[in-house]
């Protein structure tokens, strides 16, 4: 039972370094398209859209992690 608690620990943190990866990613496309003249708003907005789910997901799997938390792995609420 403990041995199954500590792998689903460990696959829930290794999901949740996989979706930290994929934020930063999409904040560094997003501000690439942003600061790009004549930019596709549809693809930006899309991307905007992709980083709040992604970042929605962060915060579910932190909250299976430690249900008592309500904070993200940056600090904020």
Not at 25 to 30: H, N, S, T, Y
Request: proline fraction near 3%; glycine fraction near 6%; aromatic fraction near 0%.
């Amino acid at each position: 039972m403990r041995e199954q608690r500590e792998v689903r620990t460990a696959v829930l943190r290794d999901r949740i370094l996989q979706l930290e990866s994929e934020h930063g990613d999409l904040d560094r496309m997003i501000e690439r398209i942003a600061g790009t003249p004549g930019s596709d708003d549809l693809e930006l907005q899309r991307l905007k859209k992709r980083k709040l789910k992604v970042k929605d997901n962060i915060i579910l799997l932190q909250l299976q992690l430690d249900p008592d938390s309500t904070k993200t792995s940056d600090g904020h609420a």
